[in-house]
């Protein structure tokens, strides 16, 4: 059979691992596509770093363009990142009738919508299995392999940077800015560290996840963000000292009322498997009606994880390149008409337990008032510790509230900020059992 020409942009990291991986296991590929898959042509900025990567006999070019519009490639793998140019290139490329292969979870999240709908319109297909969760078959298993389940939620660490600096907190008892640049120190995170510790690239990969587990359109707009930077060293070691360890969590559910979709920092009970997800791993949790809960767990970045999932995609659409349209698996795991606006909840409608850190007067009658308005406010108190007095003559009195719908809970919270007897603001942090 005719060999499938792969048309490679952008040869970083993941692309030079995506050469790499095909090169060294051609024959393995080959043989479970059923026919050749080449490197075709690449196109990188940087010609001399990409022949590095890519070696001799391919042919490379500095405009990507080329690649898209070069009548022998067949499937364009999208590795540049962002959503400006190479969402130019995504949308010519499924104009020119070439299937796509794409890491990008920004791209899928901001405009998937309209890139899917114009691969479905030109009988193309868009795989994007390395854009969540890096080597993790998610996507994969969402799509197909519990396609027979209600999918009721899904809770994920999906932001390697993220779980490293938590990871270190709670292991030295250090605080943010410490561990943050330790992590910038070995290479896992940025200068600018604002896209992976404030909850947007989570963003960008649960609602790529919760579009496929619900059959919805994307929604990132509407995916509530709180990241990490404001974590102190201490609301950690308080947790762990309740039985708790803190994650940031992407986490989504279909509820009567609409669907969550939501990232934050999450304290999780310490005998969950995912509470001990540590390091720059990655995992998710899937709750289904007929599975049950199922854990996928593996590295969620790096250059050969990730290029493990966009030759897997290659090897996928290569075999179906000639099976009808309508036979394929769609984007979204629901036909097209299928999907469903359903409402996504503001924060202030999520029902969560909470984890409150108060720093007040430590005399008499304190404990009264704020246990006063929580009670006024519907919250119950689920447990409860306080820490010796600081030499300012304030305690710190750690609170875990029972499940209360947030807006309610951040009514208390401003009333309690409101007592002459506490100081500054309460740390607030979302609880979340993730046993039903």
């Not at 209600?150 to 999906?158: C, D, F, P, S």
């Not at 001990?276 to 767990?297: K, P, S, W, Y």
């Not at 593996?298 to 999932?309: F, Q, Y």
């Not at 007592?419 to 603001?425: P, Q, R, Y």
Request: charged share 25%; glycine share 10%.
């Amino acid at each position: 059979m005719k060999p499938i020409n792969i048309g490679l942009m952008g040869v970083g990291t993941v692309g030079g691992g995506t050469a790499t991986v095909l090169k060294r296991n051609a024959e393995e590929i080959s043989r479970r596509a059923g026919r050749e898959i080449r490197l075709f042509m690449a196109a990188n900025r940087d010609l001399a770093r990409a022949r590095e990567v890519v070696g001799d006999g391919v042919p490379l070019v500095d405009d990507a363009f080329q690649v898209v519009n070069h009548p022998e490639v067949d499937i364009v793998v999208e590795l540049i990142g962002g959503d400006t140019i190479a969402k130019e290139l995504v949308l010519k490329a499924i104009d020119n009738g070439k299937h796509v292969v794409t890491a990008n979870k920004k791209l899928l999240a901001m405009h998937g919508n309209e890139i899917f709908a114009r691969a479905q319109e030109k009988g193309v297909m868009v795989a994007f299995e390395a854009a969540v969760a890096g080597g993790i078959p998610i996507i994969k298993a969402l799509r197909e392999g519990l396609s027979a389940n209600r999918i009721e939620w899904l809770a994920g660490i999906i932001n390697g940077t993220s779980n490293f600096i938590l990871s270190e907190m709670r292991e030295k008892g250090a605080d943010f800015g410490d561990v943050l640049k330790e992590a910038q120190a070995l290479g896992y995170a940025e200068a600018d560290p604002t896209f992976d510790v404030e909850g947007h690239d989570a963003g960008h990969k649960l609602t790529i996840m919760a579009a496929i587990a619900f059959g919805i359109p994307m929604n990132f707009d509407n995916c509530y963000l709180e990241g990490i930077s404001q974590l102190e060293g201490k609301d950690i070691q308080y947790a762990e000292e309740l039985g708790y360890r803190v994650k940031l969590l992407g986490l989504t559910r279909r509820t009567a009322a609409g669907v969550e979709l939501r990232v934050h920092p999450t304290l999780i009970p310490e005998d969950q498997l995912i509470a001990n997800v540590n390091g720059v791993m990655n995992a998710v949790l899937v709750r289904g009606d007929a599975i049950g809960q199922a854990l996928f767990n593996g590295p969620g970045a790096g250059a050969l994880p990730t290029a493990s999932a966009v030759v897997a995609d290659i090897v996928d659409v290569a075999r179906l390149l000639t099976s009808d349209p309508e036979h394929r698996v769609p984007h979204l795991a629901f036909q097209p008409d299928q999907l469903q606006n359903l409402p996504i909840l503001p924060m202030g409608e999520v029902v969560s337990s909470y984890y409150l850190r108060i720093q007040a007067a430590d005399r008499a009658g304190v404990m009264a008032d704020i246990t006063r308005l929580l009670a006024e406010n519907n919250i119950s108190i689920e447990a409860l510790i306080q820490k010796g007095s600081a030499t300012d003559g304030s305690a710190e009195i750690v609170i875990l509230t029972h499940r209360v719908v947030e807006k309610s809970a951040n009514k208390a919270i401003a009333a309690i900020e409101a007592l002459d007897s506490v100081a500054g603001k309460v740390v607030r942090l979302r609880m979340e059992e993730l046993n039903g």
